[in-house]
């Protein structure tokens, strides 16, 4: 089976900062690029940033642009979010996957709430 697990998700203040990890198996981190995706309460599913298979390349959500970085490191098949600044609208859970993302692949993801 598919193992996609997020972690580093937890409560901070606003302005605060977290770091979010997503460790999976080799054979879904080697073939192409991954995403942070997130999901706030009574809204759909977005993207928040994407990274391609090598890492040279980023986009991110307007939302989070300047705030956020995502990175990879394919040795340890892990793919990392950087949040700083963060603000109450933050709010949601992060979940990754491959980007484009892969419906059978999404998990438990990490909940991060930012108190206001």
């Known amino acids: 089976q598919v193992q996609l697990v997020e972690s580093g998700g937890g409560l901070v203040q606003p302005g605060g900062s977290l770091r979010l990890s997503c460790a999976a198996s080799?054979?879904?981190?080697?073939?192409?690029?991954m995403g942070w995706y997130r999901q706030a309460p009574g809204k759909q599913r977005e993207l928040v940033a994407y990274?391609?298979?090598?890492?040279?390349?980023?986009n991110y959500a307007d939302s989070v642009k300047g705030r956020f970085t995502i990175s990879r490191d394919n040795a340890k098949n892990t793919v990392y979010l950087q949040m700083n600044g963060l603000k109450p609208e933050d709010t949601a859970v992060y979940y990754c996957?491959?980007?484009?993302?892969?419906?059978?692949?999404w998990g438990q993801g990490t909940q991060v709430t930012v108190s206001s």
């Open positions: 996957n491959r980007y484009p993302s892969v419906a059978s692949y």
């Open positions: 080799r054979s879904i981190f080697s073939i192409g690029a």
């Open positions: 990274i391609s298979r090598v890492g040279d390349a980023t």
